[in-house]
């Protein structure tokens, strides 16, 4: 079921696609685990500490903290995008 995304996530990066690896595990946490370490690399990359990514994106420090720690339980959709928007 899930071979397509896993040759995909392996060719990633084997190819040296921008970004941290790619969880060749495509199960929702995997997923949300490489959705987060690619918003933390696109913050990093944009120079912005996570106080400035979570004032632009109206969230708490913490609750960006929380995200880009792996502690954040079941983030609400809204949240991921208010902060991919912000970065």
Do not use: C, H, I
Not at 45 to 60: D, I, M
Not at 63 to 80: H, I, K, M
Request: net charge positive; aromatic share 4%; glycine share 10%.
């Amino acid at each position: 079921k899930y071979a397509a995304a896993r040759a995909r996530a392996a060719a990633d990066n084997q190819l040296g696609v921008d970004g941290p690896p790619v969880d060749p595990d495509p199960t929702p946490d995997a997923t949300l685990r490489a959705a987060v370490a690619r918003l933390k690399a696109a913050r990093e990359a944009a120079g912005l500490t996570v106080e400035q990514a979570a004032g632009r994106a109206g969230l708490a420090v913490s609750a960006v903290g929380r995200l880009e720690g792996g502690t954040a339980a079941n983030p609400p959709w809204q949240t991921l995008a208010r902060y991919a928007a912000a970065v």
